[in-house]
C-alpha cells in the first residue's frame, strides 16, 4: 500500500504587524514550527526576512511533508529581527497563529488574526497562508538584463532588482521569486542567473500569467516601482530556442500621465531553460550505488588501546568509538551496495613483516583484495 504522503509548500503574507522599532517599521520574519508532543514545539523551515515591512510577502515557501492520515500541528510564529543571529529568542515577537496542516490544505486562502498568546490579539496583525502540493520536480532557470531604466535616485542612477508573481485562480497575484542580488547604480543591469521550482514558478501551466515588477531598491523597504510588465513561461521560453525575447518595462502611472511616454526600459530574456532536478530517491530508485570505504586511523595521536580514553580502547565488550562510527555510517550505506563487500584501509601503523610506518594498507593484509564482507 502506498503512503499517503506528499511535499506541501506554503506560501505566506502578512498585514498590520505591530511595530517593535523605534524610528523605523519592522523587519519580520516568519517562523513554522510543529509539535513535537509534550509541549514542545520542532522548527521545520522559516521565511527570509523583509526589512522595514508591516505588510510583508515572503518570498521563501515553507516546506512541509503532509500525512493524510496524521493530525499536523503547526505554530507560525512571526518575528521582529534586529540582529544576525539565527536564535529567536533576543528578537521581538509579532504574533503567531497555531493551526493543524490539514486546516491549511482544505481552505483555498487560510486567514487568521495573529495571537500575541491565547486570547490575546496582536494588534490588527492577520497572516494569510496557502498551500500547494509539489508534484512537479523541474526547474525553471533564467537569465536575464535591462537597458535604458529611468533613474529613481535623486543623487545616483537606480539601484535595480525583479521581483515574479503568479496569478492565482482568483485572479490574484502571488510573489515567486526575488532577485536576491540588488544591482547598485545601474541602468543597464544583467542579474546573475537564478533557478526557481517550475511548480513554484508557474504551477506547471506555462500559460499562466506571469507579471515582472522591476524596481528601485531602498535601504528603509521604501522602493521605487520602475516599471512591470506580463508574460508566460512558453513565451520566455523561446529564449532558450535562441530568439531573443524583450519586453517594454511600463510604469502605469506614467503612461496615463504623459502622451510621449514610451518605457521606462527594457527588459530582455538572455536565456530560459527547463531542467528537472532529481532527488535522493530518483537517483537511489534508478540504479545509483552507494560505496562505503572505511580507513582507519593508527598513528600514536589516538592513544594507548589498552586506555579507556583512547578511541581505540579494546574494551571487555568489544566495542569502542570506532567501532561505533562504523556501524552507524555503514548499516545505512550498506542498503545502497548489492555487493555488500566495504574495502577497509590503515595508514600511520608499522606493518609486518618489515614493520615500516605505511599509510595504505589493506586491514586484512591483502592489497589485491582488501574488501570485507558485510
Request: include cysteine.
Amino acid at each position: 500500500m502506498a503512503v499517503c504522503v506528499s511535499r506541501v509548500e506554503l506560501s505566506v503574507s502578512c498585514r498590520s504587524l505591530l511595530d517593535r522599532d523605534l524610528g523605523s517599521r519592522s523587519d519580520p520574519l516568519c517562523v513554522l514550527l510543529q509539535d513535537a508532543g509534550g509541549g514542545r514545539w520542532a522548527e521545520l523551515d522559516r521565511t527570509e526576512k523583509i526589512k522595514n515591512c508591516q505588510d510583508p510577502e515572503f518570498c521563501k515557501k515553507l516546506v512541509v511533508d503532509y500525512y493524510f492520515e496524521k493530525v499536523q500541528k503547526l505554530k507560525f510564529s512571526v518575528y521582529d529581527i534586529d540582529n544576525k543571529s539565527f536564535d529567536l529568542n533576543d528578537d521581538d515577537y509579532l504574533g503567531g497563529v497555531e493551526c493543524t496542516l490539514g486546516q491549511v490544505v482544505s481552505s483555498s486562502v487560510f486567514t487568521r488574526p495573529l495571537e500575541l498568546k491565547q486570547g490575546k490579539p496582536a494588534g490588527k496583525g492577520t497572516i494569510t497562508i496557502s498551500a500547494e502540493e509539489i508534484k512537479d520536480t523541474r526547474v525553471v532557470y533564467l537569465e536575464i538584463e535591462a537597458q535604458n531604466l529611468d533613474k529613481k535616485d535623486f543623487l545616483g542612477k537606480s539601484d535595480p532588482f525583479l521581483e515574479f508573481y503568479k496569478q492565482s485562480d482568483a485572479g490574484t497575484w502571488q510573489l515567486v521569486y526575488r532577485s536576491e542580488v540588488v544591482i547598485k547604480n545601474n541602468l543597464n543591469p544583467c542579474w546573475r542567473k537564478f533557478s526557481v521550482p517550475l511548480q513554484t514558478f508557474c504551477g506547471g501551466d506555462f500559460n499562466k500569467p506571469i507579471k515582472v515588477q522591476c524596481a528601485d531598491h531602498d535601504s528603509d523597504g521604501s522602493h521605487d516601482l520602475i516599471g512591470t510588465l506580463e508574460t508566460t513561461l512558453a513565451q520566455m521560453q523561446a529564449a532558450g530556442a535562441g530568439s531573443l525575447v524583450e519586453y517594454e518595462c511600463i510604469h502605469p502611472e506614467k503612461k496615463q500621465k504623459k502622451k510621449n511616454y514610451k518605457n521606462s526600459g527594457i527588459i530582455r530574456i538572455k536565456s530560459c531553460k527547463i531542467e528537472t532536478e532529481y532527488s535522493f530517491l530518483d537517483y537511489v530508485m534508478g540504479g545509483c550505488q552507494i560505496n562505503f570505504t572505511v580507513g582507519v586511523d593508527f598513528t600514536a595521536s589516538n592513544g594507548d588501546p589498552k586506555s579507556p580514553d583512547s578511541l581505540h580502547y579494546i574494551s571487555p565488550d568489544g566495542i569502542n568509538e570506532y567501532l561505533i562510527a562504523i556501524w552507524s555510517v555503514g548499516s545505512v550505506v550498506q542498503d545502497y551496495d548489492t555487493d555488500k563487500l566495504f574495502p577497509a584501509f590503515g595508514f600511520g601503523a608499522q606493518v609486518p613483516p618489515s614493520w615500516q610506518v605505511s599509510h595504505e594498507f589493506a586491514l586484512n593484509f591483502n592489497a589485491s583484495n582488501p574488501y570485507c564482507q558485510g
